[in-house]
């Protein structure tokens, strides 16, 4: 079936590093959103990327929706101790006639050490 | 705006016991709804999504239920509860293909 996958599973950075988790998906999607997990809590939603090769900021953070719509990347420069977390991307496939599917991926479980 | 409200946090059930988590959103109309299910460290699995009253779509089989008796209200269920149903429960709420919004989630362990 359609997958998301996301790496790396896991990655620790000394704060002030620079920081990138990739998304790639098998099939082409109609958008990708982010999402951010802190520890004990909940995902919340980050960012949603529509247009191929579509690039988008946030502070410190860059997010990138490659040009065939099949993958994308979120990077974070000089990290800080408040980004530590796990980052999901998620993909919406599109069907027509009915329900788009969001398929998540496995997440990057991010550490940084000050 | 939009709220959306899940109980109970935190639950310890013994196995073979019923199960009741409840999710309701305020602030919106005919939301679409998800029961989603996060094992430790890992992954959103998503078990049920909702795009309007008495419409239930599962995505994994298991010997868990969802119900939707009103356009805001969203319940996950078990008759009888598994060890392997232990988990991180969360339950979220969008508009048609707009991102989710999700609840504080369920910490349900079995014994």
């Known amino acids: 079936g359609q997958q998301v996958m996301q790496i790396p599973q896991y990655q620790h950075v000394q704060e002030g590093e620079d920081f990138t988790t990739y998304c790639n998906s098998s099939?082409?999607?109609?958008?990708i959103q982010w999402y951010k997990q802190r520890p004990g809590g909940h995902p919340v939603f980050l960012i949603q990327?529509?247009?191929?090769?579509e690039v988008k900021k946030q502070k410190r953070l860059t997010f990138q929706f490659g040009e065939a719509k099949k993958n994308s990347s979120l990077h974070i420069t000089a990290t800080q101790t408040t980004d530590v977390g796990t980052y999901f991307c998620?993909?919406?496939?599109?069907?027509?006639?009915?329900?788009?599917?969001?398929?998540f991926g496995a997440g990057t479980r991010l550490a940084v050490h000050p | 705006s939009q709220t959306i409200h899940q109980w109970p946090a935190t639950l310890v059930q013994p196995v073979g016991s019923p199960l009741s988590l409840e999710c309701t959103v305020e602030?919106?109309?005919?939301?679409?709804l998800y029961w989603y299910r996060q094992a430790a460290g890992r992954g959103l699995q998503l078990l049920f999504y909702?795009?309007?009253?008495?419409?239930i779509s599962s995505e994994v089989p298991q010997n868990l239920s969802a119900s939707r008796p009103q356009d805001r209200q969203f319940i996950l269920s078990s008759k009888k509860l598994l060890l392997s149903d232990s988990g991180f429960y969360l339950c979220a709420w969008s508009e048609t293909n707009q991102p989710q919004h999700f609840g504080d989630g369920t910490r349900l362990s079995i014994l």
């Open positions: 099939t082409t999607l109609s958008n």
């Open positions: 990327l529509v247009k191929s090769g």
């Open positions: 602030g919106t109309s005919n939301p679409n």
């Open positions: 998620a993909g919406r496939l599109w069907r027509s006639g009915g329900y788009n599917k969001l398929i």
């Open positions: 909702s795009v309007g009253i008495g419409q």
